[in-house]
């Protein structure tokens, strides 16, 4: 199937830095979808992207589904302890017979230093 | 409250049982999923279900069965085929006009 690469696999900072992660592939989406996990639960969905371009904010997160359709970026702005958790992307490929099926990255694990 | 529950969240049985982890969600939505995650990594597409009666194996479906009889439910059975049946199952959702899934809390299954 589709892979996608997110990066970085983790990341400790200290509070009140910025976060940037991102996601890439080599094929072209359709949709882009930011999810956080804390431990022990299920992934939360925290951003959708659906048009090339397009910049969505939610709070302290932003996101940016890139021009190419082939990448997506994930900024968190002076990040605080509950930051911490893994954060996943998630791409939809254009419309097939398999239906809405997405393809998660392996994550960014972040850690934050009070 | 709309939203979906899965039980039990965990869930320990001995090898060579075969062993059934409920969803059911009240959102109304027509797709559902089954994914595993194991430590450290990503979620892996086990079965998905667009429909009632009707489901396709997803990417690790091997030692894996599932049923949709009715649409808020999608029951996933872990059979003694599955070799390494210890992870973290998660279940998701969503409505067929939109792409957003959203995941219940998990079942985490250890076999003793």
């Known amino acids: 199937g589709q892979q996608l690469n997110q990066s970085p696999q983790s990341m400790f900072i200290q509070e009140g830095e910025d976060v940037s992660m991102n996601c890439t592939s080599s094929s072209i989406f359709n949709t882009w979808l930011w999810y956080k996990q804390d431990p022990g639960e299920g992934p939360v969905l925290l951003i959708a992207?659906?048009?090339?371009?397009e910049l969505t904010s939610n709070g302290r997160l932003t996101a940016q589904f890139g021009i190419t359709r082939k990448d997506s970026f994930l900024n968190i702005s002076a990040s605080i302890p509950s930051d911490v958790g893994i954060y996943f992307c998630a791409g939809q490929p254009p419309p097939n017979n398999a239906g809405n099926m997405l393809t998660f990255g392996g994550g960014t694990r972040l850690m934050v230093k009070p | 409250d709309g939203g979906i529950t899965q039980s039990p969240k965990y869930l320990f049985r001995k090898e060579g049982q075969n062993v059934t982890l409920s969803c059911e969600q009240n959102?109304?939505?027509?797709?559902m999923y089954w994914y595993r995650q194991d430590p450290g990594q990503g979620l892996r597409l086990i079965y998905y279900s667009q429909i009632v009666n009707d489901f396709q194996k997803g990417d690790i479906a091997e030692g894996y069965s599932v049923s949709r009889e009715k649409k808020e439910s999608f029951p996933l059975t872990v059979t003694s085929a599955q070799k390494n049946p210890t992870a973290f199952y998660l279940c998701a959702s969503n409505h067929q006009t939109f792409n957003e899934q959203f995941f219940g809390p998990g079942t985490r299954l250890t076999v003793l």
């Open positions: 959102l109304n939505h027509d797709a």
């Open positions: 992207l659906y048009k090339a371009g």
